[in-house]
């Protein structure tokens, strides 16, 4: 990869729905590689095979692949007690289509609970991703493990036990930094969460976050303006030695869970090219260039 910025990325839908919008926002920053999640409004996972085919040969033509696909296995809208044959195909639709976009990292999270008391969520939870975790060790792809919503969300140590229990190498971590403010938490939790999941942690959303100064209101904002520590984890985890991608997360403009589109304006492909103008100064402050 020849870019200086060829290690940052980010979830694309956020400044464009159409994937010709995605491909130029990324170009514009300089970057090489889109985390793809939904095109039009529907999910890399879930999309028809004359869907995807489009998908593909723009990125082809645009010479871009795929960073991750950011599924909705396990996330906010499929608590425990949903159907986990869905779950399932999706991992087992997106494989080849993972091959042919050349990644082999798919973001899942860890099921909302839904009424079940709390050792049967564990468990289940447990069942499904070893389930999952095993389809992705016959595949040689990776399951990235996100600190959001979840079992394994709902503290640092929840999350270190599952990837003692599930211990594979296609179950690894991408690590949010802006979700453990927006789910309560405060700056300490980041980086206990950061500390959890660093020993498997291969891929990274740089989101940033505040809780409103009189009020309980999350507000996203720009990288290194929220309580999220980025520049501060971003640093340190550079000096360990992480080799991975740095992807941007905005949600200033759009949040999926909430509902909230992401129209086709100028307003979301202008907030998005100056997050990642953003996370580009904080990489390279951080690299010493």
Not at 60 to 88: C, L, Q, V
Not at 257 to 267: A, F, I, K, M, R
Not at 277 to 288: E, Y
Request: some cysteine; proline content about 4%.
């Amino acid at each position: 990869m020849g870019s200086k910025y060829a290690r940052m990325t980010g979830i694309a839908d956020e400044g464009g729905e159409s994937i010709e919008r995605q491909i130029a926002n990324h170009k514009a920053l300089g970057w090489e590689t889109i985390e793809l999640r939904n095109v039009e409004k529907i999910n890399i996972c879930e999309m028809d095979d004359r869907q995807f085919d489009k998908v593909q040969g723009a990125m082809e033509k645009a010479g871009m692949r795929a960073a991750a696909f950011g599924s909705a296995i396990a996330n906010w809208a499929r608590p425990i007690t949903g159907e986990f044959s869905r779950d399932r195909e999706d991992l087992i639709r997106a494989i080849p289509r993972m091959r042919l976009l050349n990644t082999k990292f798919i973001r899942i999270m860890s099921y909302p609970n839904d009424g079940l008391e709390e050792k049967v969520w564990k468990n289940e939870t447990f069942s499904r991703i070893t389930e999952l975790t095993h389809i992705a060790e016959g595949e040689g792809v990776v399951l990235l493990l996100e600190n959001c919503d979840g079992w394994a969300s709902t503290s640092p140590h929840a999350l270190k036990e599952i990837l003692s229990r599930i211990n594979s190498p296609a179950l690894q971590v991408v690590f949010d930094t802006g979700n453990p403010v927006s789910h309560g938490g405060d700056s300490q939790a980041v980086w206990d969460f950061y500390y959890a999941a660093l020993p498997r942690l291969v891929h990274f959303h740089i989101k940033d976050c505040k809780v409103q100064r009189g009020s309980e209101k999350t507000v996203h904002t720009y990288p290194g303006k929220g309580d999220c520590c980025i520049f501060e984890i971003m640093k340190d985890l550079i000096s360990r030695g992480y080799r991975g991608m740095f992807s941007i997360e905005p949600h200033i403009l759009i949040q999926v869970h909430l509902g909230s589109d992401s129209p086709e304006s100028t307003e979301p492909q202008k907030m998005y090219l100056e997050y990642g103008r953003q996370a580009n100064q904080m990489l390279d402050t951080i690299m010493g260039r």
